[in-house]
Each structure stands twice: as structure tokens, then as C-alpha cells.
């Protein structure tokens, strides 16, 4: 079973950068899909970015143009680079892999935006 730990979480400015990682215990080069999701106080969990073992991307539409999620199956790591940060970026955020019944998370980094 794939474990994921995520890390580069932190408290920035508004507008500035973050830029968090995925490390998996094992080879993700046959993981289809991978994935951060967020969930901020009070909040349900929702989907930050996917992409695909072929690099095809999606975004949430909160995020679009400021994120940018890529993967290095060399390294077996997903990262996401998050641009222009708000302060209705922060939350704690979590790597997923789509496997097994619930599948599979990271156990979350925390990201505060905050002047």
C-alpha cells in the first residue's frame, strides 16, 4: 500500500508563494491519477488539482491560473505550486491517490495565508 507525506506547508502573505510536496513510498509511474485536495475550517474537503500519469491537469475554478500541480515519477513526487496565495487559500491540504475503497491520503500540511 502506497503512503503518501506531504510537506512545505506554512504561514505566508497574501499574494505571495507556497510550494508544497507529495513524497509516495512507492513508484507512482503507474498511478493513473493523483491529486490535492484542501479542507478549511468548518468546510467540507474539496478538490485543489488532479493530474493524470499522461500530465493531463485539472483545477479547481478557485485556483485556476494560480496553482499549477506537476508530477516527477523519477522522484515519486507530486508538488503543487501555489501562486497569489488569499486568505481563502487556507487550509490544510492533502495528497490523494484514488486506490482502494476510500482511497489513499497523506496526512495533510497546513497552509495559512495571513498579513
Known amino acids: 500500500q502506497v503512503q503518501l507525506v506531504e510537506s512545505g506547508g506554512g504561514l505566508v502573505q497574501p499574494g505571495g508563494s507556497l510550494r508544497l510536496s507529495c513524497a509516495a513510498s512507492?513508484?507512482?509511474?503507474?498511478?493513473?491519477?493523483m491529486g490535492w485536495y484542501r479542507q478549511a475550517p468548518g468546510k467540507q474537503r474539496e478538490l485543489v488539482a488532479g493530474?493524470?500519469?499522461?500530465?493531463?491537469?485539472n483545477y479547481a475554478d478557485s485556483v485556476k491560473g494560480r496553482f499549477t500541480i506537476s508530477r516527477d515519477n523519477a522522484r515519486n513526487t507530486v508538488n503543487l505550486q501555489m501562486n497569489s496565495l488569499k486568505t481563502e487559500d487556507t487550509a490544510v491540504y492533502y495528497c490523494?491517490?484514488?486506490?482502494?475503497?476510500?482511497?489513499?491520503w497523506g496526512q495533510g500540511t497546513q497552509v495559512t495565508v495571513s498579513s
Open positions: 490523494f491517490v484514488p486506490l482502494g475503497p476510500r482511497g489513499v
Open positions: 512507492t513508484s507512482i509511474s503507474g498511478l493513473y491519477l
Open positions: 493530474i493524470t500519469n499522461g500530465s493531463i491537469t
